[in-house]
T-cell receptor, first 114, second 112 residues
Framework: DAGITQSPRHKVTETGTPVTLRCHQT?????MYWYRQDPGHGLRLIHY???????DKGEVSDGYSVSRSKTEDFLLTLESATSSQTSVYFC?????????????FGPGTRLTVT | DQQVKQNSPSLSVQEGRISILNCDYT??????FLWYKKYPAEGPTFLIS?????DKNEDGRFTVFLNKSAKHLSLHIVPSQPGDSAVYFC???????????FGTGTRLQVTL
């Protein structure tokens, strides 16, 4: 158990509203990631963080922003949600020292934008 | 540009038989490959990995094979069990960043 929680687990929101998803880890891992999963696309990286206040873009970052003010929390914000952002969002962490590539995932947040 | 491809969206195998899931990649800089398993309504779980310096890695019923010249990897599950029914994702990473690129997934169904 990698000690990752995501909140909320489910959310329905209207187009144009801001939405923030939270990822919380209990084990002080340096690297954290946000992915979205869509049919036919697999898992696509949105943003990732390699330390407090250190973040970078992934392949599908448009329309999303992130923040990491504490090691344990990584927030994903949709500034103005659109229907194309309806998806399942997964947070992941990468434990340094156990293989830089292995990532461990949270349970996911299902977001529906109406 | 899909750098990691899983060309079979689904696969059905009888219980007890071998399941073979395939993955192709285009980026020759990838040097580490992983397989994840995902059940509905859960996050992906790490299954097995292989470094580019190896051509095989085994863990119980699961074996991953890497053919660097063909830019191809495969996951063998022997014997297949009903609990193996899930979506399997392959992923690849490079030494310069702790980022992974995932394939689109293959849904494995193991039938009785």
């Amino acid at each position: 158990d990698a000690g990752i929680t995501q909140s909320p687990r489910h959310k329905v929101t209207e187009t144009g509203t801001p939405v923030t998803l939270r990822c919380h880890q209990t084990e002080n891992h340096r690297y954290m990631y946000w992915y979205r999963q869509d049919p036919g696309h697999g898992l696509r990286l949105i943003h990732y963080s390699y330390g407090v206040k250190d973040t970078d873009k992934g392949e599908v970052s448009d329309g999303y922003s992130v923040s990491r003010s504490k090691t344990e929390d990584f927030l994903l914000t949709l500034e103005s949600a659109t229907s194309s952002q309806t998806s399942v969002y997964f947070c992941a962490i990468s434990p340094v020292g156990r293989g830089d590539y292995e990532q461990y995932f949270g349970p996911g947040t299902r977001l529906t934008v109406t | 540009d899909q750098q990691v491809k899983q060309n079979s969206p689904s696969l059905s195998v009888q219980e007890g038989r071998i399941s073979i899931l395939n993955c192709d990649y285009t980026n020759s800089m990838f040097d580490y490959f992983l397989w994840y398993k995902k059940y509905p309504a859960e996050g992906p779980t790490f299954l097995i990995s292989i470094s580019s310096i190896k051509d095989k890695n085994e863990d119980g019923r699961f074996t991953v094979f890497l053919n660097k010249s063909a830019k191809h990897l495969s996951l063998h599950i022997v014997p297949s069990q009903p609990g193996d029914s899930a979506v399997y994702f392959c992923a690849a990473g490079t030494g310069t960043a702790s980022k992974l690129t995932f394939g689109t997934g293959t849904r494995l169904q193991v039938t009785l």
